[in-house]
C-alpha cells in the first residue's frame, strides 16, 4: 500500500520516550520512575528496557524472571515493559528503536547519568560500527528526577538496599520496598527468588525481623559492595604500606604485600584514590600531586619537586637528564616498590620502570584469569547441584515395576 507525501514526513518524525535499567529487585522508586517516563511522554509511546546482567552479587534475578515480576508488581506499565532478548546493550536498544522507525528518541534516566548517556548516544549517531547504525534526527536525554538512595520513603528506597534485606533474611524491610497493592504472597516469592539467585537458601519462617540501630555507615557500604573489593588498593594507615586486597570477609579485609598476607578491620586501611593520596599543602596545583612524593619536605620544597616533576615528563626515555634527582631527593633513602622487588627477585638484575610495568601488568591477567577460573567452578557446581536436584525428583516421579 502506497502512502502520500505527508504520512512519510509523519513517519520521520515519530518519536519514542525509553529507559533502561537493571531493576534488580524491581522497587516502589522503580515505579515512581515508569510514572515519571509515562508522564513526561504523554500521547507519545514509551518503552521500558531492562538489562540481562545476571550474578550472584548485583543481578540475583533471572532476565525472563525480572520481566515477569515487573509487569506484575506495576501493571498499568506492564505493555510498555520489553522483552527482546537480542537487546543486550543501550545500542542494541536505540538501534531497534531505529528499525521500529522512530526518528526522534528521549531517553529518561537519573540526573547522575544524563551527561553519560547524552554523550555515548549522539557520539555514534549516524556513524556505522558493531552495534550497527542508527540516525536520529534527534536524541535527548532528561532527567526522571534526583533520587537519594539514602532517604526516606520512596525517594530512599534502591535495589542495592533490598539485596542487602534479602542477604541478611530481613522480610519486612523487603517488603517495604514493594508496592502495598503487591501481595504478601508474590512478595515472599519474590524475596525467596532474590535470596536464592544470591546463592542463599529459601527462606521459610518470615518472622518478623528487629531493626537493629545502624552501627557503622562504612559497615553498611561494605556489606552492600559499594566500599572495597578484591583486587583495590589500600594503604596500611598505621605504617602506609601499599597493599592489595585479596579477600573480604564479614568486617574485615584479607590483604598482601610483598608475598606477606594480613588481616586488616575496615578502619584499619584506606583505599587508594586520587582524593586520598593527594598532599594537603599543595593539592591545588595542576595535576595530581601524591603525598607520598612529598612526605617529610617544606612547602617551598614540594612546589619546587612538583615542577621538577612535570618538566622531566615532557622529556624522552632515552634522555638522561629525565633522570635527575628532583629537589628534596639529596640524602633521602630510597625504597623499591613491591613490584620493583619481585622482578629483582625473579630475574636477579636491575628493574627498569619499563619492566616493572609489564611485570605488574602480567600479574594482572594473572589475577583476573584465577578470578575467572574461580568463577567457572563455582558455576559448574551451580550446575551440578541443579542437575542432582533434577534427578532425584525424576526418580521420585518414577515408580517401580509391578
Known sequence: MSISFKQYLVEEEKTIFFSWGRMNPPTIGHGKLLDKLAS?????????????????????????????????MFPKHARAVMENKKIKTVFDLVQQLYDDGFRKVVMVVGSDRIREFDILL??????????????????????????????????GMSASKMRVAAQENDFPSFARGLPKQ??????????????KGMDLKEAVDFHKHVQLKTVSATREAFVSGDLINVGDEVILKETDQLCVVTRLGANYIIVESDGKQYRKWLDAVELVTEKAMQDPDIKDRKGTQPK??????????????????????????????AYKPAPGDKGAKTQPSVWTKRFSQM????????????????????????????????????????????AKNKNKETKPND
Open 40 to 72: 513526561i511522554a504523554g500521547k507519545n509511546p514509551y518503552r521500558m528496557y531492562l538489562s540481562q546482567s545476571n550474578d550472584a552479587k548485583k543481578n540475583p534475578l533471572a532476565y525472563k524472571e525480572k520481566i515477569k515480576t515487573v509487569r506484575k
Open 122 to 155: 549522539n557520539k555514534y549517531n549516524g556513524k556505522k560500527g558493531t552495534h550497527g547504525l542508527y540516525n536520529f534526527a534527534s536524541i535527548k536525554i532528561i532527567s526522571a528526577g534526583d533520587r537519594d538512595p539514602d532517604a526516606e520513603g520512596v525517594d
Open 182 to 195: 503487591y501481595s504478601n504472597a508474590d512478595s515472599k516469592r519474590l524475596f525467596n527468588s532474590v535470596r
Open 292 to 321: 607520598a612524593y612529598h612526605a617529610g619536605l617544606k612547602t617551598t620544597t614540594k612546589t619546587k619537586r612538583d615542577a621538577h616533576f612535570k618538566k622531566q615528563s615532557k622529556k624522552s626515555d632515552d634522555d638522561s637528564s
Open 347 to 390: 630475574y636477579d638484575e636491575e628493574a627498569t620502570p619499563v619492566d616493572v610495568a609489564k611485570e605488574r601488568i602480567a600479574a594482572d591477567k594473572k589475577s583476573a584469569e584465577k578470578r575467572s577460573n574461580t568463577m567457572a567452578v563455582r558455576h559448574d557446581r551451580i550446575l551440578d547441584r541443579a542437575r542432582l536436584s533434577l
